[in-house]
T-cell receptor
């Protein structure tokens, strides 16, 4: 079992729909959670981070964290073709100072 | 503006050549990382550093070496490039607590012919 798991996709959604991306992690003591967006041929860019259980909203993006179930999700409302990219989930393991563990990413395709 | 810089952006080089990929950050971050990523594939950590004169190998075995003589500078060197080294190399940095995750540079796309 990988430490951070994501469905590789592609997740295909129509323009204007809600895209839901999920990530599960194995270290129950994990403390920090990050979502990165990576366009093809580009480097990852941070779009959201969350530390506490519940929802965190930033514009069209909402990160949801459930530590009891060990999953974190990213919702993208009103999806646009420009949201088409690979989304990487990264988890900060217990201890707080150790390296982030990255998932393999979910490819999102938003079609007009 | 605080940022992380990688040079060159693209590099095509012959087999057997020695190359150094540069990475510098102006954010005062203690921690720096090198990742290797093939197109459409996941990130693989090859080296990391938690401070000056501290370097460690990552999860993916690599023939490259790194140094950290100054906080802001973390170059990666390949003594003898081979076609199997063709890949994208991404440098990243973070503060000590990783409060805001990692900040990535623009990457170096290396092609060894």
């Amino acid at each position: 079992q990988k430490e951070v798991e994501q469905n590789s996709g592609p997740l295909s959604v129509p323009e204007g729909a809600i895209a839901s991306l999920n990530c599960t992690y194995s270290d129950r003591g994990s403390q920090s959670f990050f979502w990165y967006r990576q366009y093809s041929g580009k480097s990852p860019e941070l779009i959201m981070f969350i530390y506490s259980n519940g929802d965190k909203e930033d514009g069209r993006f909402t990160a949801q964290l459930n530590k009891a179930s060990q999953y974190v999700s990213l919702l993208i409302r009103d999806s646009q073709p420009s949201d088409s990219a690979t989304y990487l989930c990264a988890v900060g393991p217990s201890g707080g100072y150790n390296k982030l563990i990255f998932g393999a990413g979910t490819r999102l395709a938003v079609h007009p | 503006e605080a940022d992380i810089y990688q040079t060159p952006r693209y590099l095509v080089i012959g087999t057997g050549k020695k190359i150094t990929l540069e990475c510098s950050q102006t954010m005062g971050h203690d921690k720096m990382y090198w990742y290797q990523q093939d197109p459409g594939m996941e990130l693989h950590l090859i080296h990391y550093s938690y401070g000056v004169n501290s370097t460690e190998k990552g999860d993916l075995s690599s023939e490259s070496t790194v140094s950290r003589i100054r906080t802001e500078h973390f170059p990666l060197t390949l003594e003898s490039a081979r076609p199997s080294h063709t890949s994208q190399y991404l440098c990243a940095s973070s503060d000590r607590q990783q409060s805001y995750g990692y900040t990535f540079g623009s990457g170096t796309r290396l092609t060894v012919v």
